[in-house]
């Protein structure tokens, strides 16, 4: 009878706990302190680059396309690079629940420029 009581009372405790973790579960979104990124090129295979205007760590962001890429909050210098290709800079603000796209065709460099003349 005891031994009966204890179970019971065990797996009462075992369901409220489960019960508990249950109402504890979040959606698994951030939400309100990351912004998100996508970048889409031509050609694909383009390196991208987020260095912060104010300091910080430079992110690289992987070969494109990239996409929906969370990043934080704050102004950037968005580089995209690949060889035989024109290098290309520009100046983005990531904001927080607020997607950045940006698509961009990169130009070949000519013959001269790639032997260097």
Known sequence: MKIQKRVVVIVALMLLAALLVACNQTTGKVSGVMGTVTVTTNPTGVMV???????????????????NRLVSPGRYALTLQKEGYQTFIMGVDVKAEEPLEVSYELNALSQNELEGK
Do not use: I, Y
């Open 49 to 67: 680059v987020l260095t912060p205007k104010e300091g910080g760590n430079v992110v690289s962001l992987g070969e494109t396309p990239v996409l």
